[in-house]
């Protein structure tokens, strides 16, 4: 086979591949000395580094692989990671808002006044930055404390969690009073 | 390169037809019915399927050939033109569409076992790029959420889950879940059952309230239970009588 | 970005991906309009055509993807696993080109110009992904309307359905006499 046909079966094989390969294997699936191999590596090698390339010849010991090159990689993030978007559901907010009230916080408690899990929405919440681990409790399985952050402070413009608006007197009068009692007790046993 | 004669297995009545017109040589447009109606009957009739679905859809066939053939002994219609029609122009036309989709599929085939050859590349994504997070934009994020509004929320949920608090259950305090389960209630009112054949229910409960009241609620659970899968019968003479609990026989 | 750079910056997301990606996805990656990019991948379609390059640009729709010149197959097929393959029966392949040819079609259609039933070929299309639902037809009982999927124009090596093979003059000799003059007849009428 001509030098031409070669390079382009290298070429063929490699980015098949994706991953690295022998020179040894290159060889003998194309029947062709590894020295002659080796020196048409370094010739596409040399190709490949021209301006209008995106991917590069990586030499590995007796293994050459193809691979893309790192100035492109921005690009590669945008395509390759779907823009993200952020946003606070209904879920993260009223897990939120708990841990905002009722400071430091265990899962547990968030569990109880939700009435549900919520394991994915505290993660995402740490993700966020919203939130943070703050200590542990000093009870059996010492499960982890969770509290505000500074950026989350910072976000809403209060220089502390004192600073945040608490329930008055009389709203709390318009909860049911037995009812009170009740999540009064729920919460404060733990 | 032609249409390849295949084994006598035909996809369909269309197929067969067409098989029966190419081995004849004849012309699409001008099929004799007569010959290829009997021809068709014939294989019809050799078939070896027992697939009435399959079948049917032979028949069909054969009914529009048959058809047609009647037709053909009648004095020919006209259209709007004035001009005769021809009772088999539309099996021809579908005919001839079939056979056009047909070889289509064999070019088709080419195309597969050329581009076969291609082969693809799976995705590599380099760690850097793979574990790139972006970074969260709280403003944005926060927008225009104000502490109020999450104090909204905070209150929303803390009435919500006044609403659900059961004021009759939550008077029991908490019921432990774990204490009586209906499978050991029910394994023991069958070995009291077995003991005592027949019973007051009353009595039943009435040891069960010594127990605590869940006890007794879970114990008239399994009975219902027992009911259910006819392990026992439960009689009452009158409204608010006695009601009596008998053992059923064991099927066998 | 200068042109050379963006052809780089394409190289690079088609390599890494390996699947095929949107054209609009390249130009809001690239910050570069679509036309811009359909230009650039137009001439890296022909610099790939080089004898020395074993891959090429596949055009599929509106997307673009790279792979292996199929003249190396035979080499590649000694190093790379060979992609997993499914056997189109004639049932199939019959059902495929009706599809292909006259989508969107209905179910009906298709029975209708086989004579038979279709269900299973259908079903069979669908799971190899060949085919796929691509809405329903305003009637009654709004049948579901099939298609053929991008997948399709890779494993049958068309860029686009407009692309598939048509029947030519020289094709036609090869069907028996007595129906040339029909089929004639029939493709010219379309």
């Known amino acids: 086979m001509e030098n031409e046909k070669l390079k382009a079966a290298i070429e063929a094989v490699l980015f098949t591949m994706g991953d690295s390969v022998e020179i040894s294997h290159l060889a003998a699936a194309l029947n062709t000395e590894p020295e002659k191999i080796r020196e048409l590596l370094k010739e596409m090698k040399e190709r490949y580094e021209e301006e209008d390339r995106g991917i590069?010849?990586?030499e590995l010991e007796s293994a050459y692989q193809l691979c893309t090159k790192?100035?492109?990689?921005?690009?590669l993030i945008r395509i390759?990671?779907?823009p993200k978007k952020y946003v606070l559901t209904e879920v993260l907010l009223e897990t939120l808002s708990i841990v905002a009230y009722k400071q430091p916080v265990t899962r547990l408690e968030i569990e109880k006044i939700r009435g549900v899990k919520c394991d994915h929405a505290v993660n995402k919440l740490i993700e966020y930055g919203l939130i943070e681990e703050v200590g542990r409790l000093d009870a059996p399985g010492r499960p982890l404390l969770f509290g505000t952050t500074e950026d989350f402070l910072r976000s809403f413009g209060v220089s502390s969690t004192e600073d945040l608006p608490r329930i008055s007197p009389e709203q709390i009068e318009d909860f049911k009073e037995e009812a009170e009692e009740e999540i009064q007790q729920k919460i404060h046993k733990k | 390169m032609g249409i390849p004669v295949k084994l006598p297995v035909f996809e369909g009545p269309l197929d067969l037809l067409l098989h029966l017109?190419?081995?004849?040589?004849?012309?699409?447009?001008d099929i004799p019915i007569v010959m290829i109606t009997d021809q068709y009957m014939e294989y019809i009739r050799t078939m070896e399927t027992r697939d009435l679905n399959t079948m049917s859809e032979f028949l069909v066939m054969a009914a529009t050939l048959l058809e047609i053939k009647a037709k053909l002994l009648l004095p020919a219609e006209v259209d709007e033109e004035g001009e005769e029609i021809d009772p088999r122009a539309e099996l021809a036309e579908r005919l001839l569409e079939y056979k056009m989709y047909k070889y289509m599929a064999y070019e088709l085939k080419d195309r597969q076992s050329l581009?076969?050859?291609?082969?693809?590349?799976?995705?590599?994504?380099?760690?850097?790029?793979?574990?790139?997070?972006?970074?969260?934009?709280?403003?944005?994020?926060v927008g225009d959420l104000t502490l109020q509004k999450l104090n909204e929320i905070f209150k929303s949920i803390l009435r919500r889950q006044e609403d659900k608090i059961d004021p009759v259950r939550s008077k029991f305090g908490d019921i432990e879940k774990e204490e009586v389960s209906l499978e050991d209630k029910m394994s023991s009112v069958e070995t009291y059952l077995k003991g005592h054949r027949r019973f007051?229910?009353?009595?039943?409960?009435?040891?069960?309230?010594?127990?605590?009241?869940?006890?007794?609620?879970?114990?008239f659970l399994a009975v219902l239970e027992l009911m259910k899968t006819g392990r026992l019968t439960v009689q009452q003479e009158e409204?608010?009588?006695?009601i009596l609990i008998?053992?059923?026989e064991p099927r066998e």
Chains 1, 3 share one sequence.
């Not at chain 2, 790139?132 to 403003?139: A, C």
């Not at chain 2, 009435?206 to 869940?214: H, N, T, V, Y």
């Open chain 2, 21 to 29: 017109i190419e081995s004849n040589k004849i012309d699409i447009y």
């Open chain 2, 246 to 248: 008998e053992a059923k």
């Open chain 1, 80 to 82: 390759a990671k779907q």
């Open chain 2, 115 to 141: 581009a076969a050859r291609a082969l693809y590349k799976e995705a590599t994504i380099p760690d850097e790029v793979a574990s790139y997070i972006e970074p969260v934009d709280l403003e944005e994020l």
């Open chain 1, 56 to 58: 590069r010849l990586l």
């Open chain 2, 200 to 219: 007051s229910f009353r009595n039943l409960l009435e040891q069960e309230a010594k127990k605590s009241r869940l006890h007794v609620i879970v114990t």
């Open chain 2, 239 to 242: 409204t608010f009588g006695e």
């Open chain 1, 70 to 75: 790192t100035e492109y990689y921005d690009y």
